[in-house]
């Protein structure tokens, strides 16, 4: 029997409030759906560290550090939602990195916060490039 809705549902996760409102959303739905849920989170390259190599080091060990509390999160909250969830860790350009883990798992929906800095608003985000690449629906939680 088919289902009406998503079947696999990829939510992309930071440090950031949008994105845990993402998540909630996301984590939501697939309850809702009897969905899986595949939780990204992207290690980025660039910003601070490009500028700096001796910040390389620290901004990798923040990043992991935000990656273990959300990977703690999704192991506490899962069993007692009742959905099945999947955590991958990526590197590289977070929207590249969505866009290519979406495709290699054939989701079905994909789930992202809004960009909270006021630069997006001129040169795009993360979301406006997933919608624009239109492979699969796309969901922007502010």
């Known amino acids: 029997m088919t289902v009406d809705g998503p079947d696999a549902i990829l939510v992309a996760v930071d440090a950031f409030e949008t994105s845990y409102r993402a998540g909630a959303y996301a984590a939501g739905l697939a309850r ?73 798992l054939r989701v079905d929906a994909v789930v992202v916060g809004a960009s909270s800095q006021a630069g997006h608003k001129f040169v795009g985000s993360i979301a406006t490039a997933l919608v624009r690449s239109a492979r699969w629906p796309v969901t922007v939680v502010p």
Do not use: M, W
């Open 32 to 104: 809702r759906q009897k969905a899986r849920l595949i939780c990204l989170y992207v290690h980025s390259r660039g910003g601070l560290s490009s500028l700096s190599p001796a910040l390389a080091g620290p901004v990798s060990e923040a990043q992991g550090q935000t990656a273990a509390e959300i990977r703690r999160t999704i192991a506490t909250n899962a069993g007692r939602l009742g959905i099945d969830v999947t955590f991958i860790e990526a590197t590289g350009n977070p929207a590249q990195e969505i866009a290519r883990v979406a495709d290699e």
